[in-house]
């Protein structure tokens, strides 16, 4: 599995991105997927994730503001962020999650980029 993450960029506080990330070479379709984002001079954390069936988990400080979502039928899954704030600021990590095998597909990272 292959992983494309894209949609970062630089946006004023307050605004908003939204961020896709595309899979290939496999279905992903029963995969969890979700983000990870990791700031300058932080540990990777986790963002939010989606299961196949659609539930959804968000870490404390996305929730109220990030929405992720999925298409399976274009093995796509995308995070919307509103309201962003300048710790918002981060490369931003797709994975899929493969929980039958127990193992983890990571994308590039995409820079989301948050001035005050």
């Known amino acids: 599995v292959q992983l494309q993450a894209s949609g970062g960029g630089l946006v004023q506080a307050g605004g908003s991105l939204r961020l896709s990330c595309t899979a290939s070479?496999?279905?992903?379709?029963?995969?969890?997927m979700g983000w990870h984002r990791q700031a300058p001079g932080r540990p990777r954390e986790f963002v939010a994730a989606?299961?196949?069936?659609?539930?959804?988990n968000y870490a404390d400080s996305a929730k109220g503001r990030f929405t992720i979502s999925r298409d399976n039928n274009k093995n796509m899954v995308y995070l919307q962020l509103n309201n962003l704030k300048p710790e918002d600021t981060a490369v931003y990590y797709c994975?899929?999650?493969?929980?039958?095998?127990?193992?983890?597909?990571w994308g590039q990272g995409t820079l989301v980029t948050v001035s005050s």
């Open positions: 070479g496999s279905d992903v379709g029963g995969y969890i």
């Open positions: 989606i299961s196949s069936g659609g539930s959804t």
């Open positions: 994975f899929a999650e493969d929980v039958q095998r127990r193992f983890n597909y």
